[in-house]
């Protein structure tokens, strides 16, 4: 009696947004159940801890305690996944053999990348200076928003600066839905009418790739809350003595209180690669049956601006990769293209939020942010909440 062949070992990197869509994308397929029987599936994770990047300005505003953020899969949900903790240290596309810190080596068939990004502090001059003197803070992390809502929650007033530090960095309307939210705090202190709140970028306008419109809409939100914008100012160093950031166009500004959208850089690369680079057809990386997706890639859309680092398109990703990982191990007839339908949601203060929709694959995109709204806000909350239950639960994804 012949026997059963091998299951096919599938390999997953990350246990956030991305991550974890992979394995829901995979137990919502009709035949999950024949496909469960023919692969392995392992997730590798640092701690098995991940939240939704839009809570961490709710952190800074003081909506939210940081231990309240982070949101932890259960052993239940992730039945039938092999769960491995481990920091991730090489990936060795050859011999498909993953490495971790600790040496342990983990091998694949087919690989799917969803480590995401990290914060670099260190990448602008003086900057990490700044944040250990304590007149710099930023909010993307749990821990780091609850020091930003601190420093807030005590200024009495004075030159307070947003400031974007690169072009690629996660969440593109964190930088200024953390100025309406400072302001809206600050408002409530009663420090708001000494202060002036200004927020810095290098791009051209808010959100360039949601297309003409969308960033236009966002500064007029700003200016109707006494917020000045200044855009293509690309910072090259920040004097923490003299409270002041330097620009590569020559100029400076002052500040007496720093809150800024740290330097990014992936989590995990291939060789000596950055940003990886995918097809938009399949998620796949040069490398034959590595795939990879979230905000760890670099995706161009077909009017030559990046995709958004954001979780939408890590859904998305997940759905074409998935496919894509299970079609390359002969076990699904097709795939499917990354899609270019996004949205993001954007507090503006008082308890209402505004959104933006559309395919930001269009040439270009035709996105408006919608009025803000005490529903939308409400919207916005309630996507946490059944993300949160999907995975802290004792029922199965994977059954």
């Known amino acids: 009696m012949s026997q059963a062949p091998a299951a096919k070992k599938l390999l997953i990197l990350g246990a956030g947004v991305g991550g974890l869509s992979v394995i829901k994308e995979i137990a919502e397929f009709d035949s999950a159940a024949a496909i469960l029987d023919k692969i392995d599936i392992t997730i590798v994770d640092e701690d098995f801890s991940h939240f939704l990047g839009f809570t961490l300005p709710w952190v800074m505003r003081g909506w939210r305690a940081p231990d309240s953020v982070?949101?932890?899969?259960?052993?239940?949900?992730?039945?039938?996944?092999?769960?491995?903790?481990?920091?991730?240290?090489?990936?060795?596309?050859?011999?498909?053999?993953?490495?971790?810190?600790?040496?342990?080596?983990?091998?694949?068939?087919?690989?799917?990348?969803?480590?995401?990004?990290?914060?670099?502090?260190?990448?602008?001059?003086?900057?990490?200076?700044?944040?250990?003197?304590?007149?710099?803070?930023?909010?993307?992390?749990?821990?780091?928003?609850?020091?930003?809502?601190?420093?807030?929650?005590?200024?009495?007033?004075?030159?307070?600066?947003?400031?974007?530090?690169?072009?690629?960095?996660?969440?593109?309307?964190?930088?200024?839905?953390?100025?309406?939210?400072?302001?809206?705090?600050?408002?409530?202190?009663?420090?708001?009418?000494?202060?002036?709140?200004?927020?810095?970028?290098?791009?051209?306008?808010?959100?360039?790739?949601?297309?003409?419109?969308?960033?236009?809409?966002?500064?007029?939100?700003?200016?109707?809350?006494?917020?000045?914008?200044?855009?293509?100012?690309?910072?090259?160093?920040?004097?923490?003595?003299?409270?002041?950031?330097?620009?590569?166009?020559?100029?400076?500004?002052?500040?007496?209180?720093?809150?800024?959208?740290?330097?990014?850089r992936p989590a995990v690369t291939i060789g000596d690669e950055d940003w990886i680079s995918v097809d938009t057809a399949t998620m796949a990386t040069r490398h034959p049956g590595i795939y990879a997706i979230g905000d760890t890639t670099t995706v161009t859309t077909p009017w030559g601006r990046s995709l958004p680092k954001a979780a939408a398109f890590a859904r998305n990703g997940a759905v074409s990769a998935a496919r894509s990982a299970l079609h390359y191990l002969g076990i699904v007839d097709r795939t499917e293209e990354l899609s270019g339908q996004g949205y993001c949601y954007l507090d503006t203060g008082a308890g209402a939020s505004s959104r933006g929709a559309g395919d930001f694959f269009a040439e270009p995109p035709e996105i408006h942010l919608s009025s803000p709204t005490a529903e939308l806000n409400r919207q916005k909350s309630d996507e946490e909440h059944q993300w949160r239950a999907l995975w802290e639960t004792e029922r199965p994804v994977l059954r």
């Not at 304590?134 to 005590?154: C, K, M, N, P, T």
């Open 70 to 264: 982070p949101i932890r899969p259960t052993e239940a949900a992730l039945n039938r996944v092999n769960r491995v903790t481990g920091r991730v240290s090489s990936i060795d596309p050859q011999r498909q053999q993953v490495t971790l810190d600790d040496d342990t080596t983990l091998e694949f068939d087919a690989l799917i990348l969803a480590t995401g990004a990290r914060n670099a502090v260190d990448r602008v001059p003086g900057l990490a200076d700044a944040v250990a003197k304590g007149v710099a803070v930023h909010y993307y992390d749990h821990d780091a928003a609850a020091e930003a809502h601190r420093a807030l929650s005590g200024f009495t007033g004075g030159r307070l600066m947003f400031l974007v530090t690169s072009p690629v960095y996660r969440c593109p309307v964190a930088p200024y839905e953390g100025a309406m939210l400072a302001a809206d705090l600050l408002e409530a202190t009663g420090a708001r009418a000494a202060t002036e709140i200004t927020a810095y970028t290098p791009e051209v306008q808010p959100m360039p790739s949601a297309g003409p419109y969308a960033g236009v809409e966002l500064v007029e939100f700003l200016r109707q809350r006494g917020i000045s914008f200044h855009a293509e100012h690309q910072v090259v160093a920040v004097d923490a003595a003299r409270r002041v950031v330097t620009f590569d166009n020559g100029a400076e500004a002052g500040f007496d209180l720093l809150m800024f959208i740290p330097p990014h």
